[in-house]
């Protein structure tokens, strides 16, 4: 629960004020729960798959039972490892475990085992892009902890079920300085994050299963005043409801405000249905967890070439590799945060670069037709009809003069649909060589120049726009088949 709170305020003071609402400052932290990838539970050896019968995945450890004791899964802690150095933390030599007491029917112990005082991960930053304005998050902390069970409501008439299989499942509870000012910046950082712990396959990142879950702290303040009472959204599991529950949230609470009535912090829950927040208890603080170091848990000691072995394994990271297209193909900053928003996609990139494909011209197609039809389709680029190596071909006859950006647009499609599989005969059969007969495109510039007298005037008159126009319908009438340059030197010619 929420480490946010001791931050909010000390942390305010210079932090950029984002775009009002209503006149309102927006101020937003996030708590992450990212479930690791670890084939066995934190302190147990009892399974983490998901979709088992309800209770068959809990052991005698994860409820607590008399004469079990907890030990650490290695392979949790290396994640960590791993995350603290993708977001440039601090990993800390000796940490320590605790118990975070409360009583919920889904938390068999009666307490949760996560860290407190000493995390395992310090302080780092996600660094991300807000359509082209560059932001960054500070991170305040991200602990180790196990998940509770889960209470079922649904499937039972005038009472609930508890499944356990959760209980003892690892998890790194990740926790930001209260930096984002708007929505947009809050699912952004929300995406990034999910994108980092995905590249490094400490996550797999499944939102439906609740794998990456996010609980956002939201509040309101008129702009120098002190901050406002914040509320906690619990549990968002996609990035349309993130966006949605937040928007709510903010509108609601200056509503209250406008109508004279006080906010008072509570843990709330976001309605789908209704597009709503809704309070659920009022917000405990850390006192109310009576926290004190679990006595059955030594302290985590992590030597400093565990470290250095677990950097030495890391894959490139997605900034490290976006660095690396700016400086080696001339990229900019927006392309190459674009280009490595998932490792299959930087690595569709890569090979399309590798097969001869102009980085740019690599780049404006995957950013653009093939993005468009990737989110038409609701797919990933690993899905995607047309490989990195027909990209590339496509793209080297673009380069080349070969083909027109309609003409290529064309081949992309037969290729998408399946029509075709190779550039060069997609072209033949289609016949969208580009014209070479100097006398037929000569004959359809003085047709087309005869024909539009006006557009000849506006130009000779000063008018620029008015040669597009006349470009435009030299490309029409040759069926898309001229190169626009050299019917834009051609035109310029004859006209001055």
């Avoid at 052991?59 to 899964?73: F, K, R, S, Y």
């Avoid at 902890?145 to 790194?172: C, M, W, Y």
């Avoid at 901050?227 to 990035?239: C, D, V």
């Avoid at 793209?395 to 064309?410: C, E, H, M, S, Y």
Wanted: hydrophobic content about 40%; some cysteine.
């Amino acid at each position: 629960m929420s480490e946010t709170v001791n931050t909010f305020e000390a942390q305010q003071q210079g932090r950029p004020t984002g775009p009002l609402v209503r006149g309102y400052e927006v101020i937003i932290g996030f708590e992450t729960h990212a479930q690791l990838s670890t084939a066995s539970k934190i302190f147990s050896r009892a399974s983490t798959a998901f979709g088992a019968e309800p209770n068959t995945q809990a052991c005698a450890v994860d409820l607590a039972l008399p004469g079990t004791l907890p030990v650490m899964n290695k392979g949790a802690v290396e994640r960590a490892i791993k995350l603290g150095l993708a977001l440039g933390s601090h990993i800390a030599p000796r940490s320590v475990f605790a118990r975070k007491n409360y009583f919920y029917p889904d938390l068999p112990k009666g307490y949760q085992i996560s860290q407190f005082e000493i995390p395992v991960v310090q302080g780092g930053a996600v660094t991300f892009f807000v359509g082209e304005e560059q932001k960054t998050v500070r991170l305040v902390r991200a602990h180790l902890e196990e998940d509770a069970g889960k209470s079922l409501h649904e499937d039972f008439v005038g009472q609930s079920g508890i499944d356990l299989n959760r209980a003892g499942t690892p998890l790194l509870e990740i926790v930001t300085e209260p930096d984002m000012r708007s929505t947009a910046e809050a699912v952004a950082y929300a995406k990034e994050l999910h994108k980092i712990v995905t590249w490094i396959g400490i996550c797999d990142g499944n939102m439906q299963e609740g794998s990456f879950r996010c609980d956002a702290n939201v509040s309101v303040r008129r702009p120098g005043e002190k901050l406002g009472t914040r509320r906690e959204i619990k549990n968002l599991n996609s990035f349309k409801f993130m966006q949605q529950a937040i928007d709510y949230e903010i509108r609601w609470q200056i509503d209250e405000i406008e109508d004279g009535r006080a906010i008072e912090q509570a843990t709330v829950l976001f309605d789908p249905d209704t597009g709503e927040t809704r309070a659920m208890r009022a917000k405990e603080d850390s006192a109310d967890y009576r926290y004190f170091p679990d006595p059955d848990l030594p302290p985590l000691v992590i030597a400093a070439d565990w470290i250095e072995r677990v950097k030495a394994e890391m894959p490139e990271l997605p900034r490290a590799m976006a660095e690396r297209y700016v400086r080696d193909h001339g990229l900019s900053e927006y392309d190459a945060a674009q280009l490595t928003q998932s490792a299959a996609l930087a690595g569709y990139f890569d090979e399309a670069v590798k097969a001869g494909a102009t980085p740019k011209l690599a780049s404006n197609w995957i950013t653009g037709e093939m993005a468009r039809r990737l989110n038409a389709a609701e797919i990933g680029i690993e899905a995607a009809p047309v490989k990195a190596q027909q990209l590339a071909q496509l793209v080297k006859r673009i380069a080349d003069g070969t083909l027109p950006n309609n003409a290529a647009r064309q081949v992309f499609e037969a290729l998408w649909t399946g029509e075709g599989s190779d550039v060069d005969a997609i072209i033949e059969a289609k016949d969208l060589k580009p014209m070479n007969d100097t006398g037929a495109l000569d004959k359809i510039l003085d047709e087309v120049i005869a024909k539009n007298a006006k557009n000849v005037e506006e130009y000779r008159g000063g008018k620029e726009k008015a040669l597009n126009a006349l470009v435009g319908q030299v490309m029409k009438a040759s069926g898309g088949k001229a190169n626009p340059a050299q019917v834009t030197e051609l035109l310029k010619a004859k006209l001055s």
